[in-house]
């Protein structure tokens, strides 16, 4: 079946958007159980098994508000959404967020490297940030 592209960030196709849930509904699942590999999320009497990776454990643990210097976008929402990129397909929980003077959907948040990749960062929760969209964008992987 071919699904029409909502959007895209980076390597991120978002396909099909079925719901949205309150930022502190997801938290709470997520910290439920902080060592779980998924979690259970339902919707119109169907059940997703959302993979929990690092990118919603540092929303869980390190906030839902960006990072970005001035930036002043927190997370308002995660919607639940069917999306394509180098892991494959699959159902996941996206946060978005704005500034008060921002209109909805907002920006796509993600997961920020403190120190880049590109200088050695490691893949731990202990060097990740949230950032949204357009920060993490600008500031690219330039030395930390």
Request: overall charge neutral; glycine content about 10%; charged content about 30%.
């Amino acid at each position: 079946m071919t699904i029409d592209t909502i959007t895209r960030y980076g390597n991120v196709r978002v396909l099909e958007r079925v719901a949205t849930f309150e930022v502190d509904d997801v938290i709470r699942l997520l910290l439920d159980d902080v060592k779980a590999a998924t979690v259970r999320v339902e919707h119109a009497g169907a059940a997703y098994a959302i993979d929990v990776v690092d990118r919603l454990r540092c929303f869980a643990q390190k906030g839902s508000s960006c990072a970005g210097a001035g930036c002043g976008r927190a997370g308002r929402y995660f919607a639940l959404e069917f999306v394509s990129d180098r892991q494959g397909e699959r159902w996941t929980l996206n946060l978005y967020g704005r500034r008060d003077d921002e209109d909805e959907p907002g920006a796509y948040f993600t997961k920020d490297h403190v120190v880049p990749r590109a200088y050695s960062g490691p893949d731990e929760l202990s060097n990740y940030r949230t950032m949204c969209w357009p920060c993490n964008s600008r500031r690219g992987s330039g030395p930390p």
